[in-house]
């Protein structure tokens, strides 16, 4: 079963670059990574999904290593309406065929003024 | 437009006394979700379906049970809730997927009350 760690919270100013990285060391082969953003009383959001290498969108980018054991989630340029719950979303295979999907412990991002 | 819709948004139950927590799609996806999520903790999967395939988490408490009448309604019903049941529940869809690229849509959750 993978286990899936990030850094409990961040604090970062408007305008800066953001880094939060999640660790899935017994990711299985063929998983793809997926990240997500949470609000409050709302349900996750999606934002990026990779593979291998390096992905971009126009909200964020994903930088996954070769051993494929971690991955970066990089916000450029946050503002106040990025502060939220960041979550990285594992797919493992069972036995049955399908996957089963661990969330990370989550990142809470402050940006501040 | 919603795409993943919850109802109720709020749900206040007692001790014990049974509750259905519903979710429908526009999407036509076919695998379903339910999460459960407690206070500052991430999501938490409790069963999905595979159309109509369910598969059921090992640690899932029998108290849970759903059910799946069609591809776009999708019902999470707690047989006998108690209080550490009280939670924001989570419905999702995707595509299947046979090597884990799919994206998950959710809905806004619905939070479980248990007096």
């Known amino acids: 079963l993978a286990k899936t760690t990030q850094p409990i919270s961040m604090d970062s100013y408007e305008g800066q670059e953001v880094n939060i990285t999640c660790s899935h060391n017994?990711?299985?082969?063929?998983?793809?990574i997926t990240w997500y953003q949470q609000f409050p009383s709302q349900g996750p959001r999606f934002i990026i999904q990779g593979y291998k290498t390096k992905v971009t969108n126009e909200v964020a980018s994903l930088f996954i290593p070769a051993d494929r054991k971690s991955s970066t989630l990089s916000l450029p340029r946050v503002s106040l309406s990025d502060t939220a719950v960041y979550y990285c979303?594992?797919?493992?295979?069972?036995?049955?065929?399908?996957?089963?999907?661990?969330f990370g412990t989550g990142t809470r991002l402050k940006v501040l003024a | 437009d919603a795409m993943v819709i919850q109802n109720p948004r709020y749900q206040v139950t007692q001790f014990g006394k049974p509750v259905t927590l519903s979710c429908s799609q526009t999407l036509n996806h076919n695998v379903m979700y339910w999460y459960q999520q407690k206070s500052s903790q991430a999501p938490k999967l409790l069963f999905h379906?595979?159309?109509?395939?369910?598969?059921n988490e090992a640690d899932t408490p029998d108290n849970f049970q759903s059910r799946r009448p069609n591809t776009s309604f999708c019902f999470l019903d707690i047989r006998s809730p108690g209080l550490g049941d009280a939670a924001m529940y989570l419905c999702a869809t995707s595509r299947a997927s046979l090597n884990g690229k799919n994206i998950q849509y959710f809905g806004a959750g619905t939070r479980l009350s248990v007096l």
């Open positions: 379906y595979y159309d109509k395939d369910f598969n």
């Open positions: 017994n990711i299985a082969t063929n998983d793809y």
């Open positions: 979303l594992v797919g493992v295979p069972t036995t049955s065929g399908t996957y089963k999907y661990i």
